[in-house]
Each structure stands twice: as C-alpha cells, then as structure tokens.
C-alpha cells in the first residue's frame, strides 16, 4: 500500500492477529513507511540499500514523533548514507558510548597512579557524592561546557547535599557550598583530561568554565594563645588525657607537620644525630624534614612501646594512635580556641618563622611545600624588605613634616 502518510490516516488504521502487521509507504519520501501491529504499536521506518544489502531503520514511534518529523528523520537518514556513512553503525556506536559514571569508574581503576591514598578518598567522596548524581547518565561526548557550569552551580547551592546513613555506626554528612564545587570541578577536569588522553573526546568542556575563589581558612595562634594551648595541654595530661595524642599535638606545633606525618612516624624515621625526620612518604613523596631541639628533646622524652614501630602507637597491637581529633577537641575547648583546626598548628609554625624574619624559601623548606605560592601566604607576616622600605619612606617623610 503506497499513499501520502498523514496522521489521519495512521489513526484510521487497525491491524489484526490474522493480517499481521500492515505496513504502508509514503508517496512523499522514497523509502519511508509506517508499520502497524495489532496490538496499537506504530512505527516509522526507513527502508534502502547499504554495501548492497537490504537494511531497515526505525525513525520513531508514532505518538512520540509526529508525521512530518519522522519524515524529516527518514531523509536525513538516507542523506548520511547517500554520503558514504552507516546509520546502524553510528546508532551502534552512540549505544555503546561510555558514560561519565563509566568515566569516572575507569578514572580511578587507571588514571590515579600517582596519587596518594589519602587524596583518593577524597576523589571517590566527590564522584560518588556530587559528579555521579549530577552527570553519571550523560555519555562523555555529550556533555558541553554549559552541562559544567550547570554542575558547579548546583553543587555551589546544596543540591547534593544529604545526610546518610553509612553502615552501622557511619554516617555522610553532604553539604555542597562553593568550596566543594570549585575544588569538584577541579576534579572533573583531570578527569576529562584523562577522557582526551583515551580519546573518549577531543577538548575538554571544563577549561574556561568561571569557579568560585576557593578561600583557603587559614588562622594563625598568636603567642598568649600559643601559651594557653600550652596550659590546656598540661592539665589534660594531669587529668589523665592520653598522654601520646597529647604529645603528638606538642610534635605538630613544635615541627609544623602534617597530622598524618605525625601519626604515622616511626621511630627508623627520627635521626637524632642529624636533628631531622626522614619521611619515606609525605602529601609531596619523600621528604627529610629539620626540627629543632625542642622537638627532639620532647621525642626523647618518649617511650617505646614493644613491637610497635611507631612513635605514637595505639593501644592495638601494630598500629598508630587514631582518634586525634576527639583529643583534639576537648583540649582546644579548654584553651578556648574556638574555630582553630589541628591543621592551623602548621600554619602557626609557618607564621612565627614569617614574623621573625626567616625568608619564604626557609619556611617552604621546613614545611616541605614543593609550589613557592604555596608559602606566598605567608609574606604578609614576615618583616620583608618591601615592608622595610615602607618604614624608611614613611619615616623620612614624618621627619620632614615635623621641620
């Protein structure tokens, strides 16, 4: 049957078990038809030859495509192959396309090498929890660098953020905000670097996409607070604190060590001789890291707990102390020192080193920073020469004024 298909006549039409499905061509398009079934099911098809072979492709479902559109599709699809190009094949190939949870899946298994164990924790918490949810179903090659910006927003205003249950005693607590986008989307941009490297696609749609200035919280102990930490610490040890966590917080406001550094210390790492710890793993690889008498003389002061390795052991056979921060909080209550982190002990190390003169590259090395802008945050405490200068200018020009 070969007449002008309109949508009056598919609703005309009415198939039965016994005459099979009823298929009728169009008199406008060559090649373009609908199939009718008994059971309600009407579908528009193209009908040609590719290489010399017969070969059908569907072009939509009537009800969810209109006439002229499925007409449209049919000329388009005989366009390509009139062009050299395989319909079936390219329908094949965007089935197949890999996802962005797929992306991410293969990210972790192959494209994180080089990265420590610590920040993968955190790679997997911010593609399970935000760039899963958001872009998991969309196929890598489709999304645009609108989809990105959309992303960011949505994480910036809260819209994963969830409180969830993990396990029996764990628990998510998700809240978004522009920190966690920003430091997100940095994420996704490694991993659509990896996606061009395996030519998933050619440009990466997060480049050019704005981030929010990610505000590093940085808070510096002046002295009469260093000297109340000092009192708190002392009267938790004598109110029975446990003691290792006590002396592990006095090492990382004595070297300005990282937490994990600290906790994970073992004493083949302490070289007495030279007055240095020689890490064989840090957040920047291996590091020989000078500390001053006062820290030594407080790891001398220590004792060595059999069969455990390490500085600060645990009260579980061969491993290190945990729970830091419970410690960690009672005694910074005590001190009153609201809002102040373990990690601020670090930066109130960088900060008396900057305020009594020592240069920005002697702070970076006893900090191990690898990046010089990582310790340009500390400029501003240090009495530079452009500070100096400053003075000396001021100074002159008070003095004249006073003639």
């Known amino acids: 049957m070969k007449v002008k298909i309109t949508k009056k006549l598919i609703d005309s039409i009415t198939a039965t078990d016994e005459t099979g499905p009823i298929l009728i061509w169009d008199t406008e398009q060559q090649g373009f038809g609908v199939r009718c079934w008994h059971t309600g099911g009407k579908i528009f098809q193209v009908k040609t030859r590719v290489n010399g072979k017969a070969r059908w492709f569907n072009v939509g479902r009537y009800g969810k495509i209109t006439v002229e559109k499925a007409r449209q599709k049919a000329a388009s699809v005989l ?70 910006e959309r992303f960011v927003q949505s994480v910036a205003t809260g819209k994963t953020a969830k409180d969830e249950k993990t396990g029996k005693r764990g628990r998510a607590i998700v809240t978004g905000g522009k920190g966690t986008a920003t430091r997100t989307v940095g994420l996704l941009g490694g991993i659509f670097t990896f996606a061009v490297g395996r030519e998933f696609r050619t440009d990466n749609p997060v480049q050019g996409v704005k981030r929010f200035k990610d505000k590093k919280c940085e808070r510096f102990l002046s002295e009469a607070e260093l000297g109340k930490l000092g009192e708190a610490l002392r009267s938790a040890e004598e109110e029975g604190e446990n003691k290792a966590a006590i002396d592990a917080i006095r090492l990382l406001m004595l070297t300005g060590c990282r937490k994990n550094e600290v906790l994970t210390l073992r004493w083949q790492d302490v070289d007495f001789e030279w007055g240095c710890l020689r890490l064989p793993d840090s957040k920047t690889g291996a590091k020989i890291v000078p500390i001053g008498k006062a820290a030594l003389d407080l790891m001398e002061g220590l004792s060595k707990v059999e069969g455990n390795d390490y500085v600060f052991a645990s009260n579980k056979e061969g491993m290190h102390l945990v729970g830091l921060y419970k410690v960690w909080e009672r005694v910074k209550e005590a001190a009153e020192l609201e809002g102040v982190r373990l990690h601020d002990l670090r930066h109130s190390f960088a900060s008396v080193g900057a305020a009594s003169g020592d240069s920005l590259l002697m702070i970076g090395a006893l900090l191990g920073h690898k990046d010089a802008k990582t310790t340009a945050r500390y400029a501003h405490l240090s009495d530079n020469p452009i500070k100096q200068a400053a003075d000396r200018i001021a100074g002159v020009i008070a003095g004249a004024m006073l003639k």
């Open 79 to 148: 366009g390509s192959i009139a062009d050299g190009e395989d319909p079936a094949e390219i329908r094949e190939a965007d089935r197949k396309a890999i996802t962005v949870e797929d992306l991410c899946k293969l990210y972790l298994k192959e494209g994180c090498a080089t990265k420590k164990a610590s920040t993968l924790v955190s790679d997997r918490g911010r593609i399970a929890r935000h760039i899963i949810p958001l872009l998991g179903d969309k196929r890598v090659k489709d999304v645009t660098r609108g989809d990105i």
